[in-house]
T-cell receptor, first 113, second 113 residues
């Protein structure tokens, strides 16, 4: 899997939008950008994924730069339950296959009440 | 509800003993995975299996063993050869394409004393 770079931690206030950045300058044309998050003492959960166009679902939005070398996960209105570690992962193909995901250290998101 | 069940949630063992962690899924997923997570770190892949009676080593397979006798089950044995077994262990499953994302269990925290 190609490498991604994320800030170690970010802090935001409750009920405000949060923009979590991810740099992936060596992304290939067939790499999809996947985001997972891990709540404290839980397993990771899938958040969203995309290739070129911006994507929205009930959890978040994914904004992908035109050159695809960076992306941003957007939580539109953060709650205390969104405090977690967020992982940005590149995978070849929409699903990426079944040989395991490669996790970096992710971004630890802190939400202040 | 479909999901992955890991048991037990907490496990204590004496040094030198083998211990088996359970992982069961009812999602009808073909692929299953075991990850290890140390404090403040990302997840590292131990073993994965894409089909019954077959499995592949991940990045840190030394000191671990697995079996896949049934599609629903993928137990992990932490052997006495594993030098630093104390960690948070996570099981996951996915379709062979991974298209709908990976589903993770809630983990087993193993402490070896």
């Amino acid at each position: 899997d190609a490498k991604t770079t994320q800030p170690n931690s970010m802090e935001s206030n409750e009920e405000e939008p949060v923009h979590l950045p991810c740099n992936h300058s060596t992304i290939s044309g067939t790499d999809y950008i996947h985001w997972y998050r891990q709540l404290p003492s839980q397993g990771p959960e899938y958040v969203i994924h995309g290739l070129t166009s911006n994507v929205n679902n009930r959890m978040a939005s994914l904004a992908i730069a035109e050159d695809r070398k960076s992306s941003t996960l957007i939580l539109h209105r953060a709650t205390l339950r969104d405090a977690a570690v967020y992982y940005c992962i590149l995978r070849d193909g929409a699903g990426g296959g079944a040989d395991g995901l490669t996790f970096g250290k992710g971004t630890h998101l802190i939400i202040q009440p | 509800d479909g999901g992955i069940t890991q048991s037990p949630k907490y496990l204590f063992r004496k040094e030198g003993q083998n211990v088996t962690l359970s992982c069961e899924q009812n999602l009808n997923h073909d692929a299953m995975y075991w990850y290890r997570q140390d404090p403040g770190q990302g997840l590292r892949l131990i073993y994965y299996s894409q089909i019954v009676n077959d499995f592949q080593k991940g990045d840190i397979a030394e000191g671990y063993s697995v079996s896949r006798e049934k599609k629903e089950s993928f137990p992990l044995t932490v052997t006495s050869a594993q030098k630093n077994p104390t960690a948070f262990y996570l099981c996951a499953s996915s379709t062979l394409t991974g298209f709908y994302g990976y589903t993770f269990g809630s983990g087993t925290r193993l402490t070896v004393v």
